[in-house]
Structures are given as C-alpha cells and as structure tokens.
C-alpha cells in the first residue's frame, strides 16, 4: 500500500508561484515515476507533469511547459511542482499520483496505481 499526502495549496495571484509537496510512504519510492495531475470545475482529470523515478527526466504538459517544474528528492520521499507565472485557468484541485514504471511519457490517469487526495489551487485574475 503506498500513500501519498498533497500539501501547499492555496489562493494566489495571478503571475503568483505556489510549491506543491507530495509526501510519500509505504513502498520503495525511488523506483518509480512519480506524476501530478489536475482537476479544474466541471472538467476533467489532465496530465500535468511527471518525473523519473531517478528524477532526470521530466515531461510536462504544453499548457505548462515553461511554467512548471517538476522534482523529486528521493531522500526525503517526496515529489515537488514548482508553480510559476500562474494564470487563472491553472485552478484546479491538484493530485500526486504514483507511477508503475520508472518513467512514463505522459501518463494516463490509468497508468497511475496510486493518488493523493488532492490539493486545491486556486488563482485569481
């Protein structure tokens, strides 16, 4: 069983940043690749970004490519998003989730055998 917690969500500016941390427990965390995903109101669930399970490669979403950055610190069990230059349109509960390969170029949601509950981001214009 693995477990994954959220945490850093909030309310910002837009043009604002926000971190997101993705604690993780409960199998070995650094051999496999870890993604975040969002859901916006009323839409459904997208691939954000994802890491290799060694934290060299990273693939990103067009719609956050320059934007975000995805990474990891295996010593600590945890996975981070680095929020920059966000928009309105980028409000959404935000979901950790836990590969089952070492890497994966942009996931679907089915690849994915474990999430977090999610943590709400929310920018205002």
């Known amino acids: 069983q693995v477990q994954l917690v959220e945490s850093g969500g909030g309310l910002v500016q837009a043009g604002g940043s926000l971190r997101l941390s993705c604690a993780a427990s409960?199998?070995?965390?650094?051999?496999?690749?870890m993604g975040w995903f969002r859901q916006a109101p009323g839409k459904e669930r997208e691939f954000v970004a994802t890491?290799?399970?060694?934290?060299?490669?990273?693939y990103y979403a067009d719609s956050v490519k320059g934007r975000f950055t995805i990474s990891r610190d295996n010593a600590k069990n945890t996975v981070y998003l680095q929020m920059n230059s966000l928009k309105p349109e980028d409000t959404a509960v935000y979901y950790c989730?836990?590969?089952?390969?070492?890497?994966?170029?942009?996931?679907?949601?089915?690849?994915?055998?474990?999430w977090g509950k999610g943590t709400l981001v929310t920018v205002s214009s």
């Open positions: 409960g199998r070995t965390f650094s051999i496999y690749a």
């Open positions: 890491v290799s399970a060694g934290g060299t490669i990273t």
């Open positions: 989730a836990a590969d089952s390969l070492a890497f994966r170029r942009a996931p679907a949601l089915e690849d994915m055998g474990y």
